[in-house]
């Protein structure tokens, strides 16, 4: 029997969501395009996204998780609910008996994120954390490269980002850092979970500095972060929220979410948050991005990214975009595409699609997930006190070199 012939022959994955807002939102389009995936139920507090989400998909919305967890037919529940609700929710569904696909950052606290992997041990259920952009195809593309050994070992990585992210419509609590607001456990999670896993995933120690520039957004919106790796390899990321620059620009206007961007709209975000006149008309205004009053996302044109991405190896420095691969190597330049073009998440959908049927955890789990929280925590902790911050609870890439020589 050919593999084809064999997944067709398996029920597609009953997915349950927790939370139909912008998240699910970005999601969506791969998991309509991924016929081994089935939506199966969903959870959110408003009732126009339920009626929406019950007419569009044929599947039960519910307005509390307790009754999404007993449809039989939900095998793994997607947490895309806020931050500061992905423990409760996780753990629900863990004790349940769910697999359980949770948004980044896996949790706030490292408490929370530690609850969650002995949750998972205890029901003997899996866990995965994403969507990130450590999925991006072009990432495990380069992964692959470092892995080969072909050019040496990795040394150093360099990894910049240009946003107007802190001017996007917000809840109150995405401006406030204790409920997971700003960009370090929004943003930041997608550059540290990029480079651990082309750096082999245990960091060593960590020193930042944190942008918290404007009063009228009072969280972190720029960082510039430091870590070392148990191994020598050096990664330097820099992210900027408040940007006028708009780091798409260097992707060819390609955007972050795999679509063509149009440079004529520069400065959409801000134009529309200065109609705004106080946090519930923000509030309103971050509601219409959501499930059941946005439109829906349009395919994707290429594939997603997070900005700009250098590698130096021993043999040749590496630019990773999302439409091409190249190495300036001892000798020659050498350029391989990224394929597919437009993947969407399709590798976020394989990871649950194995993890559930095949029994095998993506390298993006619970563990891996906590790892990561903690080099948010410790990027924060850092740039309150101008000092290098230890890792201790970190977790390495399956088949990565041991060792740098």
């Known amino acids: 029997m050919t593999s084809e012939m064999s997944t067709n022959a398996i029920a597609a994955l009953g997915l349950g969501v927790v939370g139909l807002g912008r998240a699910f939102m970005l999601t969506l389009p791969s998991i309509l395009a991924d016929k081994r995936i089935r939506l199966a139920g969903a959870v959110d507090p408003r009732v126009e996204a339920r009626e929406e989400f019950a007419s569009r998909f044929s599947a039960p919305a519910y307005e509390t998780l307790s009754e999404m967890l007993n449809n039989s037919a939900v095998e793994l529940v997607y947490v895309a609910s806020p931050h500061q609700l992905h423990r409760e929710h996780a753990l629900a569904a863990l004790a349940a008996g769910r697999h359980v696909l949770i948004e980044k950052p896996v949790a706030l606290s490292l408490d929370d994120s530690r609850a969650i992997i002995n949750a998972a041990d205890h029901n003997n259920r899996h866990v995965a954390v994403g969507p990130s952009h450590s999925f991006d195809p072009q990432i495990a593309m380069a992964l692959e490269i470092i892995k080969s050994g072909k ?34 456990f929004s943003q930041a999670v997608h550059h540290i979970d990029i480079v651990r896993l082309l750096a082999g995933g245990k960091t060593r120690r960590v020193t930042a500095l ?27 990321l820099t992210y900027s929220g408040y940007a006028h620059y708009d780091g798409d620009e260097s992707a060819g ?7 063509r961007k149009d440079p004529s709209e520069y400065g959409a975000a801000r134009r529309k948050l200065r109609t705004v006149k106080n946090p519930e008309e923000e509030t309103a205004l971050k509601a219409m991005r959501g499930f059941g009053l946005g439109e829906l996302p349009r395919d994707p044109d290429g594939n997603e990214h997070f900005g700009e991405l250098m590698l130096s190896l021993d043999h040749a420095d590496i630019r990773i975009g999302p439409e091409k691969i190249r190495i300036y190597g001892d000798e020659a330049v050498t350029t391989l595409p990224v394929e597919p073009l437009a993947a969407g998440r399709r590798h976020v959908m394989d990871a649950i699609w194995q993890m559930v049927r095949e029994n095998h955890l993506p390298v993006q789990n619970a563990r891996w997930g906590h790892a990561t929280l903690e080099v948010c925590h410790a990027i924060l902790k850092s740039a309150q006190g101008g000092n290098w911050q230890p890792l201790k609870e970190q977790v390495a890439v399956p088949g990565y070199p041991i060792e740098n020589k």
């Open 253 to 259: 206007w390609m955007g972050e979410l795999g679509q």
């Open 151 to 184: 050019y040496g070992a990795l040394r150093m990585i360099r990894a910049n980002y240009d946003t107007d992210f802190m001017y996007r419509p917000r809840r109150a609590e995405e401006l406030t850092t204790k409920t997971g607001g700003g960009v370090i």
């Open 210 to 236: 944190t942008g918290n520039w404007d009063k009228a957004r009072p969280s972190e919106g720029a960082y510039m972060a430091l870590l070392e790796f148990e191994n020598g390899v050096t990664a330097n």
